[in-house]
């Protein structure tokens, strides 16, 4: 007798008994599962899995395209893949790189070209890539034992990616294949090629820009915004991981397991290189001291604001600038008034979150030489309250603010800007997983801020993520 599993379908409510041992494939045709976009995966029992997925107990599953995160990440996966297979075609002894995002796309530099990058280099490899859309090709996965995919990867000279299924010590490890190209993008990827219609691939400064669908809209590319600052800033910290001669994650694991260098001198160097590059900020602060009265910091959440400031400061004292620190965080309205967002949630993050008529009038308070009580928030009871603490600023002091809204002119737009030092932080994650896996600052970001929840805030980790 035939075993049959019940399916639930989330994204229309409905169930149905169906055979085991059918595909999400075909179990998105019983369902006429019908998205505004082209089905690319699904949340099995909340897991991701491909399309190629077989369900052979009952589940409940929720289909999903290109706008769900989860789909736009198998989007630029699979789309990484396709230029993978397309330089390989090209230039069989190219060696693609792909760096870091920026510029609402993602950084690649090619080498062991006979040629620079240019317009038509870009062009011939973009051409290549719409060719391979349109012929279709199955993107699908294959596990064999490790041992056989080490070989396979170090065949076609990936040894950064034997390495790291070596060091995984699993007996058997997955990898996709398109054609006779594989790749290891630690992630699932969508069906075919022809998923992947919507991309562009420009020469960008020294290297490409591989550009992705909007987010808002993905039938149409990114716009291409050029941002020459934060671009030199990621070229610094590549250049500084060449240094230390550590860029990708199997790198580390050879430093770790050499005795010629170890984890702590990595990390003191790093240190080293970041405290120089803060000590050079401090110097044209400095440099300015007689016109600022503010340094300004911002940054996205869990950036780093809090210890860049903390940092800054002392360097300036250095100098003998004596450093005032307001933390917006102190400033938070109790939480029963903050804003809403859409969804009825609280709106930490907009600017409206903040005692902005508190907040300016302690600032003016302090810029004219009077003192002022302190305020602090607690994050467990959502309550302002008092310690006593106070501030008066002297002829040798600047205030240093940080938070989200650092950069934000509607926080001190009474002051003229001649008296402001504007400082952006980001966390960058300058260390990728191997040459074409790149690990997003977005995530970095997201596991500092769940550790600094848990043990600052009292905020789970499903707390943390649900708010993100």
């Known amino acids: 007798m035939e075993r049959k599993i019940n399916i639930k379908c989330l994204n229309n409510d409905k169930s149905l008994t169906l055979s085991r041992g059918k595909t999400l494939f075909e179990i998105a045709e019983k369902f006429d599962v019908k998205l505004n976009h082209p089905v690319l995966g699904a949340l099995v029992n909340n897991q991701l899995r491909d399309m190629s997925y077989e ?4 589940k409940t599953i929720k289909f999903i395209d290109i706008t769900h995160p989860d789909g736009m990440r198998m989007y630029i996966r699979s789309l990484s893949f396709l230029l993978l297979a397309a330089v390989n075609e090209l230039y069989p002894e190219a060696k693609l790189r792909i760096e870091h995002s920026v510029s609402k796309g993602i950084y690649c530099e090619i080498d062991n070209l006979d040629k620079e990058a240019s317009v038509e280099l870009a062009a011939e490899i973009s051409e290549k890539m719409r060719e391979l859309v349109s012929q279709k090709i199955p993107i699908e996965q294959d596990s064999l034992e490790t041992s056989e995919v080490v070989d396979i990867f170090k065949s076609v000279g990936f040894n950064a990616k034997a390495d790291l299924i070596r060091h995984r010590g699993n007996y058997y490890s997955s990898f996709y294949r398109l054609n006779e190209h594989v790749g290891l993008f630690y992630g699932l990827m969508v069906p075919n090629t022809s998923y992947l219609e919507v991309f562009d691939f420009n020469k960008y400064y020294n290297g490409f820009l591989l550009r992705l669908p909007k987010v808002s809209n993905p039938t149409e590319v ?23 001669r550590v860029t990708k994650i199997s790198e580390l694991n050879k430093l770790i397991e050499s005795n010629n260098r170890t984890p ?20 044209r ?19 780093g604001k809090t210890t860049f400031s903390k940092r800054l400061s002392v360097q300036m004292l250095v100098l ?8 917006l965080d102190n400033y938070f309205v109790n939480r029963k008034d903050t804003p809403l967002d859409e969804d009825g949630e609280y709106d930490f993050e907009t600017i409206e979150a903040l005692d902005l008529k508190l907040f300016n ?48 002119p509607l926080l001190t737009e009474a002051i003229d800007d001649k008296h402001k030092f504007k400082v952006y932080v980001s966390a960058l994650t300058s260390l990728n997983i191997d ?9 970095n970001r997201l596991i500092r801020r769940i550790i600094r929840d848990y043990k600052y805030r009292k905020y789970s980790a499903q707390d943390t993520i649900s708010r993100w």
């Open 361 to 408: 009038e302690h600032l003016k308070a302090l810029l004219n030489g009077e003192e002022i009580d302190v305020p602090k928030f607690s994050f467990e009871t959502g309550e302002r309250f008092y310690d006593g603490e106070k501030m008066k600023m002297g002829p040798d002091n600047i205030l240093i603010i940080e938070g989200i809204h650092g950069l934000n």
């Open 320 to 327: 003998g600038i004596y450093p005032l620190t307001i933390s």
């Open 435 to 443: 040459s074409h896996t790149r690990i997003p600052t977005t995530d």
């Open 55 to 58: 369900a052979f107990h009952s």
């Open 222 to 244: 990114e716009d291409l915004l050029l941002q020459p600052q934060l671009f030199e800033i990621f070229r610094e910290f590549s250049e500084w991981g060449r240094v230390l």
């Open 264 to 283: 702590d001198t990595l990390i003191k160097v790093t240190e080293a290189l970041q405290e120089k590059k803060i000590a050079q900020i401090a110097d």
């Open 285 to 303: 602060i400095a440099s300015k001291k007689e016109d600022i009265q503010m340094v300004l910091i911002s940054g996205p959440s869990s950036s």
